[in-house]
C-alpha cells in the first residue's frame, strides 16, 4: 500500500454532493414543518379544552341534581319528624303518614322508621320493609348524626337498585327516639341521565363500583342489567380517582371519546357519573388544515430540490466526475497526470491548481520516500531481530511498536500488547520513586535509566533493566518514547543468593555470623551517638546434642526454627536476631535508656520474657508428642564504643557459660569474675586436651568393703597431676571435659585401664568387682556398647567382675534406647551401679524398670544421717526399698566407725570411705586386691 493508499484510508466518510443539497434544503424546511407541526398541537389543544370545558358544565349540572335529589329527601324527613304522628311512635300512626307522603313524592320506593334496636315498625310499603335494619350502615351511622346521613346503594329482595338515607329522631333531651328511612328508586337515577341534555354523540351511564349499569343515554333497547367489561370498569375508576376528571379512554362502541368522571356524593361513591364527548368529530376540520399544508410543503420542497439539483449537475458534477479520475490516476502511482480541462468557476480553479502541485510534490517525494523506506527497513530489522526488548509508545503511554524479543520475553502476543499501556506488566514490587523518577526525568526530555519489577502473562515474575529515552520532532515536541529492556532476573538473583548464602543461615533464615558482627558494629556506632544502652544477649539450647543423637538432626532442625519463630514473635523487627553457631542464637536491642539502672531492668525483663517463650514445650512431629528444651542464656549491655565487637561476643560468651555452669536453664549477666573464670576455663580446657594426647592421666582404686572388713571389690578414680606436679580436682577438670566433649575418650581409656587391672586382679581373686564410672555422655555414644564388648575382649576379663556405675542424668534422655543397652550388656554378665541415688530426679518407675544391680547412698546423706533426720529418714528409706526390690547397697563416704555401725543395723552390706582406705595407686595396694592396702594402716 502506498503513502498516498494510506493517507486517502484515513479521510473520514463524507456524503455526496446531492445529499448535502438535501441537508440544506432539510433545514429550510424543517422550521417552517415545526411551525405547522405546533400550530396544528395548539389547535387540537384548544378543542379539547373546549370540549372539558363543556364536560365539566355537564358533570357540575350532575352535581346540582344530586343537590336537589338529597334536599328533597331532607324535607321529606322533617316533615316526618315534625308530624303528630311520631309523637308516640304508634306503627299505624307512622305508616299512614308514610304512605301519604309517598304518594305525593315522584321516585321514591318507600318511607318508614324504626327503633334504636333496629327493628322497622313504620313503613309506606309494608310489604318490602325488611323487619331488621340494624346492621345497615346508614342506620348504624343515623345513631350518633345529627341530620340526614349519606346514602347507601342497595339492592333489595326483590331486585330493586334503591339508595337509603336514614335521619335520628330525638327528642327535646337528645335521647334519639328513632330512626326515619327512605328510598329513592331507580327511576330518580333515569330521570337524572335524561336531565343532562347531551349533545348528539355524547353519552352517559350511571354505574356501581361493581359495574352495573344502572341508567344511561342514549337508551337503546335491552340495556337494562347490563354489565360494564372489567377492563373499561378499571379505566373509569382511575379517570375518577385522578388529579383531574377527565382523560381519553375507548369507549363501549369502540370509538376514542374524552370521559369525565365524578361520584355520586350522597351514595357513598358506591355509585358515579360516566359522561363521554367524541373527539373525532370536534377535532377533524383540525386535522385536515394540517395535512394540507403539510402536502404544499412537500411541494414546495421537492420543486426546489429538482432546480437545484439540475443546476448542480450541470455546473459541479462533470467537474466532480474529472477530479476523481485525476486524484485516481495519482493514488494509483500515476504521479505525473496533471489536470489540463479547466473549469468557468473559480474557486474550482483554485482546487485544480492545487491537484497539479500536490502531483508534482508527489512525485518529488516518491524519490525521497524510496531512499528513506530502504533505510527504514534496515533499521526494522535491525530492531526487530534485537535479543533486547524494544517498545515504542506515544506520549498516552499507548504501544504502538514491540520487537519480537518483547512477546518472548513477556509471554504476551504481539495483539495483546499493541495498543495496551505497559502497565499492563507491573507486578507491583517496583517502588513508587521508580516511577516518580521516571516520568520526571522523561518530562525534563532526558534519557532515564533504571530498572522494573515486572510480572508475564503466565504471572512469574522478572527483573528488567530499561532505558527510556523521548523522541522529539525538530521543534523539540515530543512525540514517542522508546523503550530498551533487558531481562536480568537471572543475574539478580544470583547475587541475592550469594548475599544470603553469605548473611543469612538457611535453616532459620535468620541473619548468621557475619551479619550479626555488622549489626553489631552498627549498633556500637549508633549508642556511642545517642548515648544510650543496648543489649547482646547469647543463648543456647541445653543438651542439643542430646536431642540430636536421640530423636535425630529432623527435630533438632524443626527445634531450631521453631525457637528462631518465637524470638521473632517476641521481639520486635528493628532488634535484630541471628544464628550465632549450631544451637546458639545472638540478639541486639538497642535503645534501651541513656542510665545503667532502666537499661539493666529492661533489659532483664526482655532476657526473662525470651526466656519464658522459649521453655513452652514443643511438638517436633506428626504424633504431637511434648518435647521440653531448657535454655541459658547470657546478657551483656554495652553503651558506646568502650568495648569493641570481639569484646562484647567474649563478654555475653562468658555469662553463657555462667548459666550453663550453675545448672543449665537460667540467666546470667557478664561482669569481669565471670571474665576470669572463662579464661580459667579455657586454660583447663587447654590442659586437658594436652594431658589425653600424653597420657597423663592415672587411675586411683578406692577399696570397697562387706561389714566384716573384706575387701570386695573396689572404685576405679582418674586423677590427674599438672605439669608442676600438684593434682588437680576431678571436681575441676570434669565439668570442663564433660562440656567440651572431652569426657568421652578420657570415658574410653578409664574403661581401657581398668579392665586391664581388673584381668590381673582377677587372677588372684577371681570374684573381685571393679567399678567404673561412665558420663551421659559417653553412654549415649552409637558405638558405646561395642567400646565395652571390645574393651572386654582386648582384656580378657570375666564381664561379672565388671561393674559400670550411671548417673541419674543418663536417664533423662531416651529411656528405650537406655533400657535396650542396659540389657543388651547384661547379657554379657556386666552389672550396674545407680551412683548418688537420691540426689537427682529419682523416680520409682525409672529405678523399676532399668536393670540396675546395685543402688550407691550419696555421701552427702551419710555424713549427715547421724546429725540430721532428713538424712536419716533418707538412708532408711532407701535401705528398705533396695531390700523390697531386690538390690544391693553401697553407702559411700563412711569416714567414722558410727556411721558403719548405724548403716550395718540397717541392713547395708557395701561400705566405701576414708575410714578403710583413701583412693590409691595401684601400686599402694597389696599384690592380693582383697587386702586391704598396706597404705591404709599407716
Not at 532483664?604 to 504431637?624: F, M, R, S
Request: charged letters at 25%; aromatic letters at 8%.
Amino acid at each position: 500500500m502506498t503513502k498516498v493508499e494510506y493517507r486517502a484510508m484515513r479521510i473520514p466518510a463524507t456524503t455526496s454532493l446531492n445529499l448535502r443539497l438535501w441537508a440544506v434544503i432539510a433545514l429550510a424546511v424543517v422550521p417552517i414543518f415545526v411551525m405547522v407541526l405546533l400550530d396544528y398541537r395548539t389547535q387540537r389543544v384548544e378543542t379539547a379544552r373546549a370540549i372539558e370545558a363543556n364536560m365539566a358544565g355537564m358533570l357540575a349540572a350532575t352535581g346540582e341534581e344530586e343537590g336537589v335529589a338529597q334536599r328533597t329527601v331532607l324535607n321529606t324527613f322533617r316533615l316526618m319528624a315534625q308530624s303528630d304522628n311520631l309523637r308516640t311512635l304508634d306503627a299505624s300512626d307512622c305508616s299512614g303518614i308514610a304512605q301519604r307522603l309517598l304518594g305525593t313524592l315522584t321516585n321514591f320506593h318507600n318511607l318508614g322508621a324504626a327503633l334504636p334496636d333496629g327493628r322497622v315498625f313504620c313503613s309506606g310499603s309494608a310489604t318490602q320493609a325488611a323487619p331488621e335494619v340494624g346492621q345497615r350502615t346508614w342506620f348504624r351511622h343515623a345513631l350518633t348524626a345529627d341530620g340526614i346521613t349519606a346514602g347507601d346503594y342497595l339492592v333489595g329482595a326483590n331486585g330493586v337498585p334503591t339508595v337509603e338515607f336514614g335521619y335520628p329522631l330525638r327528642s327535646h333531651s337528645g335521647e334519639l327516639r328513632a330512626v326515619l328511612f327512605a328510598s329513592i328508586s331507580l327511576d330518580w337515577f333515569r330521570r337524572l341521565v335524561a336531565g343532562y341534555r347531551l349533545p348528539e354523540g355524547w353519552e352517559a351511564r350511571l354505574m356501581t363500583t361493581a359495574g352495573l349499569v344502572l341508567a344511561r343515554h342514549p337508551a337503546p333497547d335491552g340495556w337494562k342489567g347490563e354489565q360494564t367489561p372489567a377492563p373499561m370498569l378499571g379505566t373509569f375508576l382511575r379517570i375518577g380517582q385522578g388529579e383531574t376528571p377527565f382523560s381519553e379512554a375507548e369507549g363501549f362502541d369502540g370509538r376514542r371519546r374524552l370521559y369525565g368522571v365524578v361520584p355520586v356524593s350522597f351514595a357513598r361513591d358506591a355509585i358515579f357519573v360516566v359522561i363521554g364527548a367524541p373527539l373525532e368529530s370536534s377535532l377533524s376540520a383540525v386535522d385536515r388544515g394540517f395535512w394540507q399544508r403539510v402536502a404544499l410543503l412537500l411541494t414546495i420542497t421537492l420543486v426546489s430540490a429538482g432546480v437545484a439539483r439540475y443546476y448542480i449537475h450541470g455546473i459541479v458534477d462533470c467537474w466532480a466526475t474529472r477530479m476523481q479520475e485525476a486524484i485516481g490516476r495519482i493514488a494509483a502511482g500515476r504521479l505525473d497526470t496533471r489536470i489540463t480541462q479547466r473549469s468557468r468557476v473559480r474557486e474550482l480553479n483554485a482546487v485544480e491548481d492545487g491537484v497539479n502541485r500536490m502531483a508534482a510534490d508527489l512525485e518529488r517525494r516518491d524519490v525521497e520516500l524510496a531512499e528513506r523506506e530502504d533505510q527504514l527497513r534496515r533499521l526494522s530489522m535491525a530492531i526487530e531481530q534485537s535479543a533486547a526488548t524494544i517498545l515504542i509508545t506515544g506520549t498516552d503511554g499507548r504501544i504502538e511498536y514491540v520487537n519480537a524479543a518483547a512477546t518472548t520475553n513477556t509471554g504476551y502476543a504481539r495483539d495483546e500488547l499493541l495498543g495496551r499501556n505497559p502497565s499492563l506488566l507491573k507486578s507491583g514490587r517496583t517502588p513508587a520513586t521508580t516511577y516518580r523518577d521516571l516520568w520526571a526525568t522523561l518530562g525534563r526530555g532526558e534519557v532515564w535509566r533504571g530498572e522494573f519489577h515486572n510480572r508475564r502473562k503466565d504471572g512469574s515474575a522478572f527483573i528488567e533493566s530499561a532505558t527510556i529515552a523521548p523522541v522529539k520532532r525538530a521543534d523539540g515536541v515530543v512525540t514517542h518514547y522508546v523503550a530498551v529492556k533487558e531481562d536480568i532476573t537471572l543475574r539478580r538473583r544470583s547475587e541475592e543468593l550469594l548475599h544470603r548464602l553469605a548473611y543469612y543461615d538457611p535453616l532459620t533464615e535468620l541473619p548468621n555470623r557475619v551479619m550479626l558482627r555488622d549489626r553489631l558494629q552498627h549498633a556500637l556506632l549508633a549508642s556511642a551517638q545517642s548515648g544510650d544502652y543496648a543489649m547482646l544477649l547469647l543463648l543456647d539450647v541445653d543438651r542439643f546434642k542430646q536431642l540430636n543423637d536421640t530423636q535425630g538432626h529432623a527435630a533438632g532442625d524443626r527445634l531450631l526454627k521453631e525457637i528462631a519463630r518465637r524470638l521473632r514473635y517476641v521481639l520486635h523487627d528493628e532488634d535484630t536476631i541471628s544464628r550465632h553457631g549450631d544451637d546458639d542464637f545472638a540478639v541486639i536491642v538497642e535503645r534501651l535508656g541513656g542510665k545503667v539502672g532502666e537499661a539493666l531492668v529492661r533489659a532483664e525483663a526482655l532476657a526473662k520474657q525470651i526466656h519464658h517463650a522459649l521453655n513452652v514445650p514443643y511438638e517436633l512431629d506428626d504424633g504431637g508428642r511434648r518435647y521440653y528444651a531448657t535454655h541459658s542464656i547470657g546478657v551483656t549491655l554495652f553503651q558506646g564504643r568502650q568495648w569493641s565487637g570481639e569484646n562484647l561476643l567474649k563478654q555475653v560468651e562468658v555469662a553463657l557459660y555462667m548459666a550453663k555452669n550453675e545448672g543449665r536453664n537460667a540467666i546470667r549477666f557478664f561482669s569481669p569474675k565471670m571474665q576470669a573464670m572463662v579464661d580459667a576455663h579455657a586454660t583447663l580446657e587447654a590442659g586437658l586436651r594436652d594431658a589425653l594426647a600424653s597420657r597423663a592421666f592415672q587411675l586411683f582404686y578406692q577399696p570397697q568393703v562387706d561389714p566384716q572388713g573384706r575387701v570386695v571389690g573396689a572404685e576405679a578414680l582418674i586423677r590427674w597431676f599438672g605439669e608442676d606436679g600438684r593434682p588437680v580436682s576431678p571436681a575441676e577438670f570434669i565439668p570442663v571435659a564433660e562440656d567440651t566433649g572431652l569426657i568421652v575418650p578420657i570415658g574410653q581409656w578409664v574403661l581401657e585401664t581398668a579392665c586391664v587391672q581388673l584381668a590381673a586382679w582377677q587372677v588372684l581373686a577371681p570374684d573381685f568387682t571393679l567399678a567404673v564410672n561412665v558420663s551421659p555422655r559417653q553412654f549415649h555414644q552409637p558405638d558405646f556398647v561395642a567400646q565395652v564388648i571390645a574393651s572386654i575382649r582386648e582384656s580378657g576379663i570375666d564381664p561379672g567382675g565388671l561393674k559400670l556405675e550411671l548417673t541419674e542424668s543418663v536417664i533423662l534422655g531416651d529411656l528405650d534406647e537406655t533400657i535396650a543397652r542396659m540389657e543388651q550388656l547384661r547379657e554379657l554378665g556386666l552389672r550396674f551401679s545407680l551412683d548418688d541415688f537420691g540426689t537427682g530426679y529419682s523416680s520409682l518407675s525409672y529405678l523399676k524398670r532399668l536393670p540396675f544391680d546395685e543402688l550407691k547412698i550419696d555421701q552427702s546423706f551419710v555424713w549427715d544421717m547421724l546429725s540430721d533426720a532428713s538424712s536419716e529418714t533418707i538412708v532408711r528409706a532407701i535401705l528398705g526399698m533396695s531390700a523390697s526390690l531386690g538390690l544391693e547397697v553401697l553407702a559411700e563416704g563412711v569416714e567414722t566407725e558410727a556411721q558403719r555401725d548405724f548403716l550395718c543395723a540397717q541392713g547395708c552390706r557395701r561400705f566405701q570411705g576414708y575410714l578403710f582406705a583413701r583412693p590409691l595407686p595401684v601400686a599402694q595396694w597389696s599384690a592380693n586386691p582383697c587386702v586391704l592396702p598396706s597404705a591404709t594402716a599407716s
